[in-house]
């Protein structure tokens, strides 16, 4: 059974940064995705970042990229997700998710992914 936990999150003042963490456990295999997706007060769950961990190819949210950098440890299963120059708009829930995504599949699309994590809260203040 695979397990995704994240940690990390918190409250921050804008121009600051958090680093979000997600360890997964259970595949036997690296040809699995693993994605951070966050959910704002009354509005939908997007994708923010996603990393293919058989080959470490990245992907990012237009409006994440330049200031956020997922990053994987191998040895440690782990996925990180670091938050440079964060916004008040980048206030949310934010969920680890990881899966096995069909070839020319679309990574932000939540239907993909079968694990998640309970989530952890950024708060960026103004």
């Known amino acids: 059974q695979v397990q995704v936990v994240e940690s990390g999150g918190g409250s921050v003042q804008a121009g600051g940064s958090l680093r979000l963490s997600c360890a997964a456990s259970?595949?036997?295999?690296?040809?699995?995705?693993m994605a951070w997706f966050r959910q704002a007060q009354g509005k939908e769950r997007e994708g923010v970042s996603a990393i293919y961990t058989g080959g470490g190819f990245t992907y990012y949210a237009d409006s994440v990229k330049g200031r956020f950098t997922i990053s994987q440890d191998n040895a440690k299963n782990t996925v990180y997700l670091q938050m440079n120059s964060l916004k008040p708009e980048d206030t949310a829930m934010y969920y680890c998710?990881?899966?096995?995504?069909?070839?020319?599949?679309?990574?932000?699309?939540?239907?993909?992914?079968?694990?998640w994590g309970q989530g952890t809260q950024v708060t960026v203040s103004s």
């Open positions: 998710a990881a899966g096995r995504l069909p070839d020319g599949s679309w990574w932000r699309s939540r239907l993909h992914y079968n694990y």
């Open positions: 259970g595949y036997t295999s690296r040809d699995y995705y």
